[in-house]
């Protein structure tokens, strides 16, 4: 079974910046949109960004323009988001996920992100 795995969240500041991963184990992903999204208690989750299998295209919640960055290295298979001047509305679990329809959308576990001073 083909298995994303996210790392690298954690407590920073305001203003701090994190580095997120999304690995994948058990298969490729090839030609999937990738994405990242994230979710508060009491709220949907919600998709802050996206990138297409060949990086070509990405986009973001407005939210997050201009301080949050994803990309992907195709050779390891490894999707990040780069959050840079963190809030502490960004304060969430962040999900990275794959979809490709009509096959079902995959989902890793999750990684806090928590921005507090």
């Known amino acids: 079974q083909v298995k994303l795995t996210e790392s690298g969240g954690g407590l920073v500041q305001p203003g701090a910046s994190l580095r997120l991963s999304c690995g994948v184990d058990g298969g490729t992903f090839g030609g999937y949109v990738r994405a990242w999204s994230r979710q508060v208690p009491g709220k949907e989750r919600e998709i802050v960004a996206s990138?297409?299998?060949?990086?070509?295209?990405?986009w973001y919640t407005e939210s997050v323009k201009g301080r949050f960055t994803i990309s992907k290295d195709i050779g390891k298979n490894v999707v990040y988001l780069d959050m840079n001047d963190l809030k502490v509305e960004d304060t969430a679990v962040y999900y990275c996920s794959a979809h490709y329809p009509p096959a079902p959308d995959s989902w890793g576990q999750g990684t806090q992100v928590t921005v507090s001073a």
């Open positions: 990138i297409t299998y060949g990086g070509h295209q990405t």
